[in-house]
């Protein structure tokens, strides 16, 4: 069974900057592609960045140019870089992962159980 675990949650003020990890615990044979989510309350979550297993990369508009996202494959860790944050940035962040363990032909997505991103204005 593969296993997402966030860290980095914390609380900054507008601004600052926050580094949020996502590592991928388990066995398996590869990962296709990572993501960042974000809920914020009473809104819908929404895509923040996607990385492909090619590196391709795509930010949500609200954060390009503000958030990066870094990829350490032998680690099976993605890492989401935010600097400039602001208060409308405050959110539960989720990471995800398509994941194909041995003995199966497909992928399946995995989530993690979220960090929470607090910015004060």
């Known amino acids: 069974q593969v296993q997402l675990v966030e860290s980095g949650r914390g609380l900054v003020q507008s601004g600052g900057s926050l580094r949020l990890s996502c590592v991928a615990f388990g066995i398996l044979l590869s990962i296709n592609v990572r993501r960042w989510y974000r809920h914020a309350p009473v809104k819908q979550r929404v895509l923040v960045v996607t990385?492909?297993?090619?590196?391709?990369?795509n930010y949500a508009d609200s954060v390009q140019g503000r958030f990066t996202i870094h990829r350490d494959s032998p680690k099976n860790t993605v890492y989401l870089q935010m600097i400039s944050l602001r208060a409308e940035d405050t959110a539960v962040y989720f990471c995800n992962a398509g994941v194909r363990v041995f003995g199966r032909s497909t992928y399946r997505e995995v989530w993690g159980q979220g960090t929470l991103v607090t910015v004060s204005s």
């Open positions: 990385i492909t297993a090619g590196g391709s990369i």
